[in-house]
């Protein structure tokens, strides 16, 4: 063989194997939003951190952040029907958007990431 043939086939296989490896890798949409739960309540709890103090106390923040940490299972079910997902085989694209002005005072979220290896990139907040 020639080293051009050696060199096409090497590239073939490497390629192949990086092929299998995403599709084994290609994490689901459970992972997902659990990541995706994590990232709100860290989002939320930052907004808490904004509340004011009132006579120089924190107690406001204070419930805020116990509130959205107390809130986690009704933010999961909300991340999980406002989540589609586009399984792409070797990878995943997952979009979500996350509008709760109807009860709540807080801004809209949009989360887009790309799944893979076993890991979420976010490439959209």
Known sequence: MKSWQIAI???????????????????????????ALAYTVNLLAAQCIKAPKVFGNDFLQTQCTAGVRAGQPQIKQIIAANTQQQNLIFFSIYKTDLAVKSFLPLPEYHLEAVGAFNTFYIYQK
Do not use: K
């Open 9 to 35: 086939a090497t590239f073939g296989v490497t390629l192949t194997g990086l092929g299998i490896a995403m599709a084994v890798t290609n994490p689901s949409q459970a992972v997902y939003e659990q990541q």
